[in-house]
């Protein structure tokens, strides 16, 4: 076995302990379809970070590289509080590998299977955050690519009015954009397609309006429990994001305002140029139809089965409750 796939392959446990390019691994945090997340001691400066180290065969993608180069670079050049600050990218063994901030909490993915749909205030709340960043990244000519749950990171806020404090990660580090079919040459399958925009599927040139699409699928997860469209395949559901009309919210969360459903149309619209300009501009249609609509306190779906006329139970109301959770 080379080293580089032992580096990558090797039972997590087999890490734990040894040093990579002057982090000694301490644990491994999580695995995604590309990459191994560990968290690890950064010797030279005595603190803890989130070493992630990509698959091997991405470091043989030229593509991949360049844009892991280049995007890396840009990440790290931007300075924003919802994005998760890169500390170095490099190589070793053949290995590329990201040191960044270690955020205590858990990935909005993690959250969502646990939780289930939040109400529209956690989740405005969430999103603000969210689009922020995305926002912030497209002013630097940056384009995510793969906005999705995994991405967003939920840590713990900084008192009671910002009960978690969320971050966006993985900047420009998807295999999508480097196959049409959400498959790679070997056959790999590159992650969800759950979140991913007509124009990238059928690829054409992505700007930041493919991040307000993909943004707009997570904050519809959020509120409906479900992403917008599903589907028992994954052609259909690549057909599904480049020609069917999303579902309105309303259909799954019949206690929302129906004025949200026509933000979600528009954000999810399947030309580009029919979309907010902004994931900012999004968020505020959002909280405008929220507000004044009686969703603001509105219960979640798994909190729907209180018989009618039954004395709903006490404040405090579930969108002042941090939704922030320990990573076990
Ligand atoms: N900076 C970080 N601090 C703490 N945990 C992190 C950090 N970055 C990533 N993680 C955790 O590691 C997990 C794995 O991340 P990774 O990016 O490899 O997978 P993913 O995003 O879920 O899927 P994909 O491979 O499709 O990107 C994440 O879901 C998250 O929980
Ligand atoms: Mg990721």
């Given at each position: 076995m080379s080293r580089e796939t032992s580096l990558f392959s090797g039972r997590p446990s087999e890490l734990v302990g040894q040093q990579i390019a002057g982090y000694r691994i301490e644990q491994e945090i999580g695995r995604g379809g590309m990459a191994v997340v560990y968290r690890a001691r950064d010797l030279r400066l005595e603190r803890t970070v989130a070493l992630k180290l990509l698959a091997p065969e991405l470091a043989r993608n030229d593509t991949f590289r360049r844009r892991f180069t280049h995007e890396s670079r840009a990440a790290a050049a931007i300075d924003h509080p919802h994005i998760v600050p890169v500390f170095e990218a490099g190589e070793t063994d053949g290995v590329l590998y990201i040191a960044m901030r270690f955020v205590a909490?858990?990935?909005?993915?993690?959250?969502?299977?646990?939780?289930?749909?939040?109400?529209?205030?956690?989740?405005?709340?969430?999103?603000?955050?969210?689009?922020?960043?995305?926002?912030?990244?497209?002013?630097?000519?940056?384009?995510?690519?793969?906005?999705?749950?995994?991405?967003?990171?939920?840590?713990?806020?900084?008192?009671?009015?910002?009960?978690?404090?969320?971050?966006?990660?993985?900047?420009?580090?998807?295999?999508?954009?480097?196959?049409l079919t959400g498959f790679t040459t070997v056959g790999q399958f590159v992650g969800t397609l759950d979140y991913v925009a007509p124009e990238q599927i059928s690829g054409k040139p992505v700007d930041a309006r493919c991040d307000v699409y993909g943004f707009a699928c997570v904050v519809f997860e959020i509120l409906a429990g479900h992403p917008p469209f599903l589907r028992d395949d994954d052609m259909a559901l690549l057909w599904a994001h480049q020609y069917d009309d999303p579902p309105p919210l309303t259909e799954s969360r019949p206690g929302l305002p129906p004025r949200m459903d026509p933000v979600f149309a528009k954000a999810l619209a399947k030309n580009p140029d029919d979309r907010y300009p902004s994931c900012l501009t999004f968020v505020a249609a959002l909280r405008a139809a929220t507000a004044g609509g009686g969703a603001g306190a509105g219960p979640a779906p798994a909190r729907m089965g209180r018989p009618p006329g039954e004395e709903a139970p006490k404040p405090p109301p579930r969108w002042a409750e941090p939704v922030f959770v320990e990573r076990t």
């Open positions: 909490g858990s990935d909005l993915r993690h959250l969502l299977d646990r939780e289930g749909p939040l109400p529209p205030a956690t989740a405005v709340r969430v999103a603000a955050q969210v689009a922020s960043a995305l926002d912030a990244a497209h002013e630097h000519g940056l384009v995510h690519r793969d906005v999705k749950p995994g991405n967003i990171l939920v840590s713990r806020g900084t008192d009671s009015d910002h009960p978690e404090h969320v971050y966006l990660t993985d900047f420009g580090l998807t295999k999508k954009s480097l196959s």
